[in-house]
């Protein structure tokens, strides 16, 4: 499984940037798919997280800022981020839980991560 994440850059702060993070590969089902961040010094930290239905949960730093949404057909998550602040300044790392099929036609399921896209805030 590959994740391909874009849409990061520089925003100034109280703008927005959208994040899309698209997972390719022999998918049988994603159950869930979210967004990490990791800022420079600091260990990575969870943002938000979508199930394969409407459920989301979110980072306190972040509720009311961010909206996380799926596109199930095109097993591609977004992350909308409005109201930036240099605090969200991070790497920001796309994740998926996903089941796929063997050649020897076993199941499997695994966490799969995205290379990784800077978002910059500046005051």
């Known amino acids: 499984v590959q994740l391909q994440a874009s849409g990061g850059g520089l925003a100034q702060a109280g703008g927005s940037l959208r994040l899309s993070c698209a997972a390719s590969g022999s998918i049988v089902r994603i159950s869930g798919m979210g967004w990490y961040r990791q800022a420079p010094g600091k260990e990575r930290e969870v943002v938000a997280r979508a199930t394969s239905g409407e459920s989301a949960d979110y980072a306190d730093s972040v509720k009311g800022r961010f909206t996380i949404s799926r596109d199930n057909a095109k097993n591609t998550v977004y992350l909308q981020m409005n109201s930036l602040n240099p605090e969200d300044t991070a790497v920001y790392y796309c994740?998926?839980?996903?089941?796929?099929?063997?050649?020897?036609?076993?199941?499997?399921?695994?966490?799969?991560w995205g290379q990784g896209t800077q978002v910059t805030v500046s005051s």
């Open positions: 994740v998926a839980e996903a089941t796929t099929k063997t050649d020897s036609g076993e199941y499997v399921v695994g966490r799969y």
